[in-house]
């Protein structure tokens, strides 16, 4: 391809990249134009080859076919270091930094000289773009914003002039956002192009001058977000408008499911995360959502609800399941009492990778009639396996597929699906749409709405601020192991859920 | 009195040396996420080959040249199962580890038994005639200041240089390396390569310098004692040679406290330095946050990049 006389060439031009896994085609053929300055958001559903492509950008795998063209020559990025060279950076959606050692020291990895000189032009960088780090510190004392300031420093630090972006607000609170935005402006107006990558439409439509839709691997459109609306980019991304969930007024009874009161927790672990006097409330009949920054506490409270770390016995009634004490007890013994649990970690916690889903089925509904005698009843687990599978749509070949062979989103729903068949009492899950595509996630939101509707007590963590806010009915934020009081969802704006995230809710107490 | 106290001080670092070498080398490789258990093999086959080769030849450059090299040959085949294949690390450090012990046997089987002259040790002038000083510290062999030398600069490398950054990351989320375009695999197998060579020239030393002569089974469990000590210094090579010299020392301790005439039953000193290994194993992993920061996290887990 020739470019005219006079016009300077695309700075990134891809053509004809394709890239398979076995059979499994993940890039079929994509073709994508960036010029200097353009932030250029790439959507589409999980799957839909979106990482594939940023990793072949970034050199991370190379493709079966096609060419990457860069200022108008044809380039090889054999690895991620080929990539810096010419200028190509990388945000990852789960960070690349290492815990154990200091911001400096982690930069110096992938940036020439010395540490005191790389101390100096971090603060730089960081006075520049107001990202404000600590150079010394050392990584396992970070958020996950500063973590991410880190990230973006580390790319700036190598000059480029395109930046890759994976989902980088998935983990932010709303004022981070707004910061991490004016940062990525400030690039743009000096020349950085950049390739977004969120499930966010909103946030594409105020940021993204452009936008490629992936579907199955293959660029199936494109639009300008500056344009087009949310429904109009959700249709083209999955076809159909993003439903949400019908929600009506909760009508909780009095009596509470799930009581937590002035639960604190020392984690042995010295970079796990601790509990510091926790106390809830969740009754039948609503869904109680905990907001907040992953890393906050979630998870070593999910594991102490769960049962997976077990209290002494003189704190078992700081946890309890109507009026049982609870706190000293196995797993087991919980959801004899009719609490199912769905933890964040599909493969390992919620299902066994190796074994199918008919026996996945059996190792937490066993309690439904699957089991007689201690001998498996084989056509009630059957049963139970496919009204699983039909019921949640988990697209898989059948209850002996193994579990380790599904997606993630498709994992998911079993899981939940599973759970919400028992009819629990009490449910208690982590994360239910991470990692789903956005139809797929309003399904399952749907789901947990209509259990509510059924008077199950749903206690639900999730890092997912528009989740909480779609279906929760009272709303708890977690910061630094502290949990704040509830307010309702709906007196409550994202504004002040979004102040609570950053630690501030004492104040908030104090003022009401 | 006085004699026995420089005896046990300055003949633990002779003890200490064939320790210190292999721990260092077993720490990096543990560093970068590989578990090699295969120490107590590789130390025996070195020892083997040194032997025969220095009693034959008379050449103990050559001895300790081919000692080495039959060390890192046995290293290469537990590269090619952990690296290539992914098998269990355990499963094949204690495999080739077995196979070491093997070779050794069979390389010894006309030696056995026989002895021969150590080397001279290093005497500077002026120095090993200071008093005390000069007995413990400047009497040594060469390999014993080599040893120490070793620890002290793999501590300066994996503290102070970017490539000892790069292999302690790579030990701790090598996926995230590997994103970041470091070749995880190569890095793995030159610590692999590292580790070999120091057991090798720990074994190597046993047999000719520190009880110059053979018989099966004269490596008696260092190899062990190096896995052990590399978690006794939480992976730090200072710490390390600490405990190497500290375990040196109580080696020694048996022969010196019969020297002294003290009746302690002798089943008491022997074990005297597993029991200090586990009581200092219980003490140092109190502090959960040193081991946290310094040992390797994906210890074990074997590491494949996709294409």
């Known amino acids: 391809m020739k470019t005219k006389v006079g016009e ?28 200097q300055g353009q932030i250029c958001a790439i959507l589409g559903e ?42 190509i950076g990388m945000v990852f959606q789960h960070f690349s930094l290492f815990e154990t050692i200091s911001v400096v020291e982690n930069i110096s990895l992938t940036v020439p000289g010395s540490l005191p000189d790389l101390s100096e ?42 930046l890759i972006l994976d989902e980088p607000t998935s983990v932010l609170p709303p004022h981070s956002v707004q910061q991490l935005f004016g940062t990525l402006r400030k690039l743009s107006e000096r020349g950085v192009a950049m390739l977004y990558i969120s499930h966010k439409l909103e946030e594409i439509r105020d940021l993204c001058h452009c936008a490629v839709v992936l579907r199955q691997g293959r660029v199936t459109g494109t639009a300008n977000p500056r344009q087009a609306t949310s429904a109009e980019l959700a249709r083209l991304m999955i076809g159909q408008a993003i439903p949400t969930a019908r929600h009506a007024e909760a009508k909780p009874s009095c009596e509470p499911a799930l009581t937590v009161s002035d639960l604190s927790y020392d984690n042995p672990d010295p970079l796990g995360e601790s509990l510091d006097s926790v106390s809830m409330v969740v009754r039948p009949g609503e869904i109680v959502g905990i907001a907040g920054v992953s890393g906050n506490g979630q998870s070593t409270l999910a594991r102490l609800l769960s049962g997976e770390i077990r209290l002494q016995s003189d704190m078992a009634s700081r946890i309890r399941v109507f009026d049982r004490s609870v706190g000293d007890t196995q797993p087991g013994m919980r959801r004899e009492l009719g609490v199912t649990f769905v933890p964040e970690e599909r493969l390992g916690r919620a299902t066994v990778p190796a074994m199918s889903l008919a026996d996945n089925v059996l190792l937490t509904a066993h309690r439904a009639g699957l089991v007689r005698k201690g001998l498996i009843r084989r056509r009630q687990q059957a049963d139970f396996a496919d009204s699983c599978i039909s019921g949640m749509d988990v697209r898989s070949r059948g209850r002996q597929s193994i579990a380790s062979s599904l997606s993630g989103g498709n994992l998911q729903k079993f899981v939940l699906g599973r759970e919400i068949l028992l009819e629990p009492r009490i449910l208690i899950v982590s994360q239910p749409t991470w990692g789903i595509d956005v139809g797929a996630a309003a399904m399952v939101r749907q789901k947990l709405v209509d259990l509510r509707d059924t008077g199950t007590a749903i206690l639900m963590i999730s890092e997912e601020l528009e989740e909480i806010f779609e279906i929760s009915d009272r ?38 | 009195m006085m004699d026995t106290i420089i005896f046990v001080l300055a003949g633990a670092f002779a003890t200490a040396t064939p320790l210190l070498l292999a721990a260092i080398g077993e720490a990096v490789v543990e560093k970068t996420g590989v578990m090699n258990l295969s120490v107590e ?63 050794s046997s069979l390389v010894g089987r006309n030696f056995e038994n026989l002895t021969m002259m150590a080397p001279a040790n290093l005497s500077p002038p002026v120095l090993s005639e200071l008093p005390l000083v000069g007995l413990i510290l400047f009497q040594q062999n060469a390999i014993t200041y080599l040893a120490f030398a070793v620890a002290f600069l793999t501590w300066w490398f994996l503290a ?40 090798g020239l720990g074994g190597a030393y046993a047999s000719t310098i520190l009880t110059p002569g053979w018989s099966d089974g004269l ?27 500290l375990f040196g020392a109580l080696l020694l301790g048996d022969l010196a406290v019969q020297a002294t005439g003290f009746s302690v039953p002798p089943q008491i000193m ?36 996709s294409k």
């Open chain 2, 270 to 305: 022997t074990s005297l330095p597993y029991v200090m290994t586990i009581v200092v194993l219980a003490a140092v992993s109190r502090n959960a946050l040193l081991i946290r920061l310094n040992a390797p996290v994906s210890l074990g887990q074997n590491f494949r990049p």
């Open chain 1, 46 to 87: 999980n799957g839909a080859g979106k990482s594939t492509l940023m990793k072949t950008i970034y050199g991370i795998q190379q493709p079966d076919e096609g060419e990457i063209v860069w200022n108008g020559e044809k380039v090889a990025v054999t690895s991620p270091s080929v990539a810096r060279d010419l200028g």
């Open chain 1, 121 to 162: 032009i971090i603060s730089q960088k960081a006075n520049e773009y107001g990202l404000h780090v600590n150079p010394d510190a050392p990584v396992h004392g970070l958020s996950v914003g500063e973590r991410q300031r880190v990230e973006i420093i580390r790319c700036l630090m190598q000059d480029p002039k395109l």
């Open chain 2, 41 to 103: 093999g590789m130390m025996a086959f070195a020892a083997a080959v040194a032997f025969a080769v220095t009693y034959q030849t008379g050449n103990i450059v050559l001895g300790f040249g081919l000692a080495v090299g039959a060390s890192v040959a046995l290293s290469l085949v537990f590269s090619v199962l952990v690296l290539a294949f992914s098998a269990n690390q355990i499963v094949s450090g204690l495999a080739v580890g077995i196979l070491g012990l093997g070779l």
């Open chain 2, 219 to 245: 490596i008696a469990g260092r190899g062990w004692i190096a896995v052990a000590l590399v978690v006794f210094g939480t992976w730090r090579p200072l710490r390390i040679a600490f405990g190497a010299y």
């Open chain 1, 475 to 512: 709303i708890h934020v977690m910061y630094h192991g502290r949990l704040s009081p509830s307010v309702q969802a709906r007196s409550v704006t994202a504004e002040d859920v979004g102040r609570m995230m950053m630690g501030e809710f004492d104040q908030t107490m104090r003022a009401a």
């Open chain 1, 8 to 35: 300077s060439p695309p700075l990134l031009q891809l053509r004809n990249i394709t890239k398979r896994y076995g059979t499994y085609v993940a890039n079929d053929s994509v073709y994508l134009s960036l010029e």
């Open chain 2, 160 to 199: 102070r240089t970017r490539h000892g950054r790069i292999t302690k990351v790579v030990g701790e989320d090598p996926a995230i390396a590997h994103n970041l375009g470091f070749a995880v695999i190569r890095i793995r197998l030159f610590a692999i390569i590292f580790g070999a060579t120091m057991s």
